[in-house]
């Protein structure tokens, strides 16, 4: 009769063997639609009231070097075209990587003290950077398009 541990230690081995399997594919999707949803919102809510979103950019957020109206035109701009970017799989790793950086001025410069909220964009957005946006995008069918063909076999 197998001990206790031994039992644990299989099914714990299985259970990973069996994640390892998953495809990596849902994760990433997942990644861009919970960003893309996320800033989307903070899009929609600057245009909604757009002298609030100015008002705010003068007042509160105060992005150093930037005048206040600049800088709400390419926050709100950065927050329409990079979470359609990153829907669709097409640019990814630029779209994330504008959002990674105003996320980090936010960071730095607006809202210090809320480095919880940030990191947890943070996270999956330089996991995008890195890795990509996955099987199911844009730039996965383009890369696979372009793809150069496999030389010839020399006989």
Do not use: N
Not at 74 to 96: C, H, K, M, S
Not at 103 to 113: A, D, G, H, R, S
Request: aromatic content about 10%; overall charge positive.
């Amino acid at each position: 009769m197998p001990r206790l541990g031994e039992s644990a230690f299989r099914f714990a081995a299985s259970t990973l063997a069996r994640l390892d399997r998953l495809p990596l594919w849902l994760p990433e999707l997942l990644f861009r639609v919970a960003l893309a949803l996320a800033f989307w919102r903070s899009a929609r809510t600057k245009l909604a009231s757009w002298d609030m979103t100015l008002a705010l950019f003068a007042d509160e957020y105060r992005v150093p070097l930037l005048p206040p109206g600049l800088a709400a035109c390419l926050a709100t701009g950065v927050e329409i075209a990079a979470p359609a970017a990153l829907l669709l799989g097409f640019g990814t790793r630029i779209a994330a990587l504008a959002l990674l950086i105003m996320t980090l001025v936010i960071q730095l410069f607006v809202y210090p003290q809320s480095y919880a909220a940030h990191l947890l964009w943070a996270g999956p957005l330089l996991y995008l950077i890195l890795r990509g946006p996955g099987l199911l995008s844009a730039d996965h069918l383009i890369r696979r398009r372009c793809r150069p063909a496999p030389p010839a076999a020399q006989g």
